[in-house]
């Protein structure tokens, strides 16, 4: 259903569909899937989603995606959440700022650039990027170093499947992603007062980048992603902090090195390159041990325990056998 959204930042609580709608509608899914012969599609039925310009084709694909078999079951964050409560500093630091100044936030055309250590670089449009790949829909946690947290239902495809199409070579160990600069449409590029330096940069060591959880998104709430959560390709890292999953990518390069990372730039004492969901290492501002999980009114905090890889220990865990995650944060 497609509403008109009244102005504000943070929506009120009579705009918020009943936690049970939610739970109702994800367990209606589940017995859709279950069931019928075709699988459920991405776009069955989620309450209050604004629709927000993007191009018919890809639209269309992301109605049509199906349903991830290994989805969590967590109770799904209102759109109205995580469309409006946001980090995206090149619209602003405030929460309610990218809602606001992403809004005539123009993503088409759009082209993205694979290079460094490929056997195939090139600069591809999106509809070309996409073409060979299934959408399909992942509900997963997203975990904020702030410490707050939502569940959001992703439409996109394996990060994995998108990288062997431009066969890395032998000396690609790292991927490095970065983000559009565009100053006159992005406020935050031109402020006085930058926050951080841009464009935004984020990477992944190489088998990290291929584990199957790492996801690139075209879409949420089964219908394209909204400019504020990073329109229209963006990474989602589910077993890291929300920082790593780096929005509107314009390029994607192979290196040997480590990237320079925007936050570990920044503050190299607070965020780590690796940025594992950790509860046992405290960042200096914010405990880890325990999340707010959006919504969480001020009066009734909705306070749960973090969990290591935020949940994902089971599919990730291997990757950093023997490393110091104190060290390696
Ligand atoms: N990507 C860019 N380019 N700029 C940003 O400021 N913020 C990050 C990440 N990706 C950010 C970004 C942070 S800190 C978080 S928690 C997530 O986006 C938030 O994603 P969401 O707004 O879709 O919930």
Redesign the pocket.
């Known amino acids: 259903m497609i509403i008109k959204v009244p102005s504000g930042t943070e929506p009120r609580p009579s705009e918020i569909t009943p936690e049970q709608v939610y739970l109702n509608r994800r367990q209606f899914i589940q017995v859709a899937a279950a069931t019928a012969l075709t699988p459920a599609l991405a776009s069955a039925g989620y309450e209050g989603v604004e629709e927000y310009p993007a191009p018919a084709w890809l639209r269309q694909q992301t109605q049509a995606a199906e349903q991830w078999p290994a989805s969590t079951d967590d109770t799904v964050t209102p759109f109205e959440y995580?469309s409006r409560?946001?980090?995206?500093?090149?619209f602003g630091t405030g929460k309610g700022d990218?809602y606001k100044l992403a809004r005539n936030f123009v993503t088409d055309p759009w082209s993205v650039v694979i290079d460094g250590e490929v056997g195939r670089p090139g600069r591809l449009s999106l509809e070309d990027l996409l073409k060979p790949h299934r959408l399909e829909e992942r509900i997963y946690r997203?975990r904020?170093?702030?410490a707050w947290s939502?569940v959001?239902p992703w439409v996109g495809f394996p990060l994995n499947s998108l990288l062997k199409r431009f066969e890395p070579n032998s000396d690609a160990r790292y991927v490095e992603f970065t983000?559009l600069y565009r100053p006159e449409s992005m406020p935050g590029q031109r402020s006085a007062f930058k926050a951080?330096e841009y464009p935004?940069v984020?990477g992944l060591r190489l088998d990290e980048a291929m584990n199957d959880l790492a996801f690139m998104g075209v879409g949420m709430y089964g219908n394209t992603l909204p400019p504020?959560?990073?329109a229209p390709l963006?990474l989602v890292v589910p077993w890291k902090?929300?920082?790593?999953?780096?929005?509107?990518i314009v390029r994607i390069r192979l290196r040997r090195t480590m990237p320079q990372t925007t936050w570990v730039k920044s503050a190299p004492h607070e965020y780590g390159f690796y940025a594992n969901v950790n509860p046992s290492v405290d960042h200096p501002r914010w405990s880890q041990k325990q999340e707010r999980r959006l919504p969480s009114p001020w009066f009734r905090s909705n306070l749960i325990p973090t969990l290591p890889f935020n949940g994902y220990a089971e599919q990730v865990a291997a990757l950093y056998q023997g490393m110091d995650l104190r060290k390696f944060f």
């Open positions: 995580a409560y946001n980090n995206f500093y090149e990218p997203l904020c170093v702030e939502m959001i983000t951080i935004y984020e504020q959560n990073g963006r902090y929300g920082f790593k999953s780096i929005k509107s």
